[in-house]
T-cell receptor
Framework: NAGVMQNPRHLVRRRGQEARLRCSPM?????VYWYRQLPEEGLKFMVY????????ESGMPKERFSAEFPKEGPSILRIQQVVRGDSAAYFC?????????????FGSGTRLTVV | ELKVEQNPLFLSMQEGKNYTIYCNYS?????LYWYRQDPGKSLESLFV???NGAVKQEGRLMASLDTKARLSTLHITAAVHDLSATYFC?????????WGAGTKLIIKP
């Protein structure tokens, strides 16, 4: 069981570039969640997706950020025209059912640095 | 708005001692989670507490949940250096986890 796979582990982007973060959920999990963690803080919810559907994107910034979870392939979190404030660790989690009764499994995260 | 508060935020202790981390939350929730995070690493699930009065233990860690008081505790017994990490509690609001700020635990040999 490979767990939740995120890549890349580290990503460096210059201001104004695009960042693409990928997440493959655990086998059998069809619910994916993205969280952002700033240094020395807890995680903040960004978006919840099921296959081909965005269920809740209430935590996503209104501009520059988008997420998808296509029928085939990993979930993608896309940040356009990155700014220094986007530097953070981005974690993906997946679950078997759309509640946490069986818990959420987290990936190793992508650490984004904007220079 | 659901808020989750942990205390203390920082804890330095000697090996062999006992201590408790507290997690308060502001509105009703039936599920509470404890996670461990090592520096630069992902979040490791420790406990999922699903009901009032739930108590779970794993090794030197024991977690409990009082939904009426909106309080969870993580108790560390006879701490060892390997338990040094940051510990987070999180409360489930539907499918969103609302996180505490974390407790950074340093255990000195």
């Amino acid at each position: 069981n490979a767990g939740v796979m995120q890549n890349p582990r580290h990503l460096v982007r210059r201001r104004g570039q695009e960042a693409r973060l990928r997440c493959s959920p655990m086998k059998g999990h069809s619910h994916v969640y993205w969280y952002r963690q700033l240094p020395e803080e807890g995680l903040k919810f960004m978006v919840y997706l099921q296959k081909e559907n965005i269920i809740d994107e209430s935590g996503m910034p209104k501009e520059r950020f988008s997420a998808e979870f296509p029928k085939e392939g990993p979930s993608i979190l896309r940040i356009q025209q990155v700014v220094r404030g986007d530097s953070a660790a981005y974690f993906c989690a997946s679950s078997l059912v759309p509640t946490g009764i069986y818990g959420y499994t987290f990936g190793s995260g992508t650490r984004l640095t904007v220079v | 708005e659901l808020k989750v508060e942990q205390n203390p935020l920082f804890l330095s202790m000697q090996e062999g001692k006992n201590y408790t981390i507290y997690c308060n939350y502001s509105t009703t929730s039936d599920r509470l989670y404890w996670y461990r995070q090592d520096p630069g690493k992902s979040l490791e699930s420790l406990f999922v507490l699903l009901s009032n009065g739930a108590v779970k233990q794993e090794g030197r860690l024991m977690a409990s949940l009082d939904t009426k008081a909106r309080l969870s505790t993580l108790h560390i017994t006879a701490a060892v250096h390997d338990l040094s990490a940051t510990y987070f509690c999180a409360v489930d609001r539907d499918y969103q986890l609302i996180w505490g700020a974390g407790t950074k635990l340093i255990i000195k040999p």
